[in-house]
């Protein structure tokens, strides 16, 4: 690829291959940033959310294809999540590993491409003047630069499509940071789509292709929530990001469900600041009021923008409800200029526990199990002294059952009666009666809930919040046993 960019000269591809040895050399101290939330210092789907890109489908040929939407993108908002530094990061870690990867995978599929390249779409639809900044012209000299250097030969084509009349101007200036090589596969389509489309499906083929370019595959819209899905914390239920440009006060709303957890992060380079309050609508309950500023000197170039998470599940922000998140500012109401923050409003659904006082309450499940002539006594099967003896057991929260899912040793059923005892003494040794009849245990595979038991109380678990995992038993999963998992502290 090398020596195809610099046309065979043995001076000149020496002279590129050194040039690109030292332009590898930091990012290659973190390993081209194989984890694309610390290259940016934010989540992938935060960034994505105000740069749509995207890989989707292949070429006829197997390429990849890779589509960008600088026309949306919001400039302001991205100043405000990651740095110019994080972007370049999160351009390493797209080159060096999602473009590498997805090359090696189409490499072993039909129809076998032998060349390491892709297909570029720019869709330059609502791009406006005013986005050509300068700190966006860096930007793309920047990534122009590295793939330049470190992944020569890789653009199969590049298609420029809703490009505005403003934008000849702007690819005179970007054409001369590439070679001419590079700048001889790109082609430019203004905001005709019958034109563009038919050239897409010259290069790709109609299921390939996103239905909102002519192909009838995923939307781009769709795809990018999958892909973002991907980057989503364990238990997320949605994510709302709102931009907010504050001269005076501005404000959104917040719906949330029965069970939802709502947790909002703030993210400014606001040396000034805004006051941030969130307010219960049902009642006008204040639930947070505090000065949010960034912590920095206001370098762009080399600082981090300020991330401050303003709610979280220690303030119990809980559903139902319509909640109201509001901005002041703190300037002077004559004050011409405003104050740019992204709130990033995370909703978790979270674990339904319920405590109960009697074990009693869990003997409607009887009526399940004596619809097959059988009867599983809770309260009979675990003696919780023996196996609590003077602990308190509490589970407040998805992560306090993680340990459930994790090293569960495997064990051994006699029968009729068990003992359970784990080599690390994470478990207290119990007894409990196995069913003979496979029927019994209809209750703990049903959609009844499991039941965590401690002493007289018992916590009430949905089923599913807890994965169907293979937790083996002999020849039963542990759910089998009976329709109680014992558990201690540690």
């Not at 011409?336 to 990033?344: I, R």
């Not at 965590?452 to 020849?475: H, M, R, S």
């Amino acid at each position: 690829r090398w020596l195809r960019a610099r046309k065979y000269s043995l001076v000149d591809v020496i002279q590129m291959v050194e040039e690109a040895v030292e332009m590898r050399e930091e990012p290659g101290k973190h390993e081209f940033f194989p984890n694309p939330h610390k290259a940016l210092g934010c989540s992938p789907s935060l960034y994505v959310g105000q740069y749509p890109q995207l890989y989707t489908g292949h070429s006829k040929e197997g390429y990849p294809i890779f589509i960008s939407k600088p026309g949306v993108l919001n400039v302001r908002a991205l100043e405000c999540i990651t740095s110019l530094q994080g972007i370049i990061n999160f351009h390493w870690n797209a080159m060096s590993h999602v473009l590498a990867s997805r090359n090696r995978l189409q490499a072993t599929l039909p129809p076998y491409p032998k060349r390491f390249e892709c297909i570029c779409v720019l869709d330059l639809a609502k791009l406006s003047a005013s986005q050509i900044t300068k700190r966006a012209l860096n930007i793309i000299k920047i990534q122009t630069e590295i793939d330049s250097l470190c992944f020569p030969e890789t653009l199969n084509r590049m298609l420029v499509i809703n490009a505005p009349g403003f934008f000849s101007l702007t690819w005179k200036l970007i054409k001369g940071w590439v070679d001419q090589r590079t700048a001889s596969k790109v082609e430019i389509f203004g905001c005709n789509p019958k034109k563009y489309q038919a050239r897409l499906l010259e290069l790709v083929n109609p299921q390939d292709l996103p239905s909102d370019y002519g192909g009838v595959g995923k939307s781009t819209k769709d795809e990018i929530d999958l892909q973002l899905s991907s980057y989503a914390e364990k238990g997320l239920k949605s994510q709302k990001v709102e931009y907010m440009d504050v001269r005076s006060k501005c404000m959104f709303t917040l719906n949330l469900g029965e069970k939802d957890l709502l947790t909002i992060k703030i993210h400014t380079r606001s040396l000034t600041g805004a006051k941030f309050s969130v307010v219960k609508q049902s009642c006008g309950t204040i639930l947070f009021d505090k000065l949010i500023k960034h912590h920095g000197e206001g370098n762009e170039e080399e600082e981090d923008p300020t991330c401050i998470q303003i709610l979280d599940s220690n303030n119990n922000i809980k559903g139902p409800g319509i909640f109201e998140v509001h901005a002041c500012s703190i300037s002077s109401s004559y004050s011409f200029s405003s104050e740019q923050f992204v709130a990033e409003c995370l909703i978790m659904e979270v674990p339904v526990l319920k405590c109960v006082e009697e074990i009693s309450h869990v003997k409607s499940h009887e009526e399940h199990t004596n619809h097959h002539n059988e009867s599983i006594d809770t309260s009979k099967e675990v003696t919780t002294e023996s196996v609590f003896p003077n602990d308190e057991m509490l589970i407040s929260s998805y992560k306090d059952l993680s340990f459930l899912m994790e090293d569960v040793p495997l064990i051994d059923i006699p029968s009729p009666v068990v003992e359970v005892r784990s080599h690390d003494n994470l478990f207290t040794s119990f007894k409990t009666k196995k069913s003979t009849t496979p029927k019994a245990n209809s209750v703990a595979n049903s959609t009844e809930n499991q039941v965590f038991v401690k002493q007289k109380l018992a916590y009430v678990i949905e089923p599913d919040i807890i994965p169907k995992t293979n937790w083996l038993c002999g020849n039963s999963k542990l759910s089998d046993i009976a329709s109680v998992f014992t558990c201690m502290k540690g």
